[in-house]
């Protein structure tokens, strides 16, 4: 399986401002994704990281509001920028570790955009 | 595109009773199937999932699901639950190297 911890697990900001978002996982992993989910909402992928080249993003999700870096296949960051009310929702980091075909998610980021 | 569908958006059911969650899928193929469920304030964490073989699969908790190919459905069972059992239902397909499909969630509360 894998471990994963994602920092802040919570934070309040005010509108305007950036917030970045950690994922590190305790194995070597080629795919990372991250989602987002709204309140009382189904999850929604926002981008997948890849190691070594650009994140792709879904429709409607953008690089220059969620930019993504991918260092190593072991690190991850997303970063919510000139944050609005609208961004106020939990942000998952989610994996695909070899042998496995199921995902694995971080505790997920709980942002509030004031 | 595939889709996913959960229903039933809330469910209530007293301690000790029997709790089924249901889940449809579209897919042009059959796909793996997974139930994961979500605490209040936490992850996502898998409770079971079906790729081939056996269609009654076991997980974790004392979670069973079923896949029945004519119906296109995955639905979530347990026997008796628990009042830790309380949280929210998230069925998933997925194939291959495609990305996650997730249905829209059953939130289950467990009354005493």
């Known amino acids: 399986s894998a471990v994963i911890s994602q920092k802040p697990s919570r934070d309040i900001c005010q509108r305007g401002t950036s917030l970045t978002i950690q994922c590190q996982v305790d194995?070597?992993?080629?795919?990372m994704f991250w989602y987002r989910q709204q309140p009382g909402q189904s999850l929604t992928l926002i981008a997948t990281?890849?190691?070594?080249?650009?994140?792709?993003?879904e429709s409607g999700f953008v690089i220059d509001k969620f930019p993504i870096s991918r260092p190593n296949l072991t690190f991850s960051t997303l970063t919510v920028s000139n944050m609005s009310p609208e961004d106020s929702s939990i942000y998952l980091c989610?994996?695909?570790?070899?042998?496995?075909?199921?995902?694995?998610f971080g505790q997920g980021t709980r942002l509030t955009v004031v | 595109a595939q889709s996913v569908t959960q229903p039933d958006i809330h469910i209530t059911v007293s301690e000790g009773a029997s709790l089924e969650l249901r889940c449809n899928y579209s897919y042009g193929a059959t796909p793996y199937l997974f139930w994961y469920v979500q605490s209040p304030g936490q992850g996502l964490q898998l409770l079971l999932k079906y790729f081939s073989g056996d269609t009654l699969v076991q997980g974790i908790k004392g979670f069973e699901a079923e896949f029945k190919r004519s119906q296109s459905s995955f639905n979530l069972r347990k026997p008796s639950v628990h009042w830790s059992d309380a949280a929210e239902y998230f069925c998933a397909v997925g194939y291959g190297n495609e990305k996650l499909t997730f249905g829209t969630g059953t939130r289950l509360t467990i009354i005493p």
């Open positions: 990281a890849n190691q070594g080249s650009e994140a792709t993003y």
């Open positions: 989610s994996v695909e570790a070899a042998g496995f075909i199921e995902a694995f």
């Open positions: 194995s070597q992993v080629t795919m």
